[in-house]
């Protein structure tokens, strides 16, 4: 939901054709990976629904829809500092679950990140992997990280927590930007 709204701010702000991304990284694992993409496939499958059921509705009459509603509840949680509100980018919901792909980064999945095949019109993509995304692929567009591997190693934390670098170019985003870990990693990092 999270990924959903500061997609949907950043296209409110003028970012349609720029790239959109979000990592999911809970395990090294291939095969985890690829049935948690499954998983978080079927929870996406359930917001497009619901923000295609209440397209071109009132912002605030759409939240009867409960998909809808939980949408609204994490802005409220997580983003009401944000200068725009909900009926700014609420009609931009659709148009972003309509450029929604998802992808699986891994040695046994035959998913192809490939930003520079979307040049013109942007990618909106959940990236779900492990071990390659934390080391060293770039993820264009990187708003929101959700990582739930722990890591004592220094290397492996200093190369994971590059999440976002800078974000002032352009329209900027950086208060958009999010980073989901588990109290181990939150530890670590700030170790």
């Not at 990924?3 to 999911?24: C, K, N, Q």
């Not at 959940?126 to 993820?139: A, D, E, F, N, W």
Request: charged share 25%; proline share 1%; glycine share 6%.
């Amino acid at each position: 939901r999270a990924f959903l709204i500061s997609t949907a701010v950043r296209f409110y702000r003028g970012d349609r054709h720029e790239h959109h991304s979000m990592i999911i990284n809970v395990s090294h694992l291939a095969g985890v990976q690829n049935s948690l993409k499954i998983v978080v496939g079927e929870y996406i499958d359930e917001l497009k629904e619901a923000i295609e059921a209440t397209a071109g509705q009132d912002p605030q009459r759409a939240l009867e829809q409960a998909q809808i509603s939980e949408i609204h509840d994490t802005y409220k949680e997580i983003y009401s500092v944000i200068d725009e509100g909900w009926n700014d980018f609420f009609p931009e919901l659709f148009i972003v679950s309509n450029k929604l792909q998802q992808y699986s980064i891994n040695s046994m999945s035959d998913d192809n990140l490939d930003y520079e095949t979307y040049k013109d019109q942007g990618l909106v993509a959940v990236i779900i992997g492990g071990i390659k995304l934390s080391r060293g692929m770039t993820l264009e567009g990187l708003s929101v990280s959700y990582f739930a591997r722990s890591s004592k190693m220094y290397d492996t934390l200093m190369q994971m927590c590059r999440w976002f670098g800078y974000r002032n170019t352009g329209h900027g985003y950086q208060d958009l930007c999010r980073v989901y870990l588990t109290e181990d990693s939150i530890d670590w990092y700030t170790h």
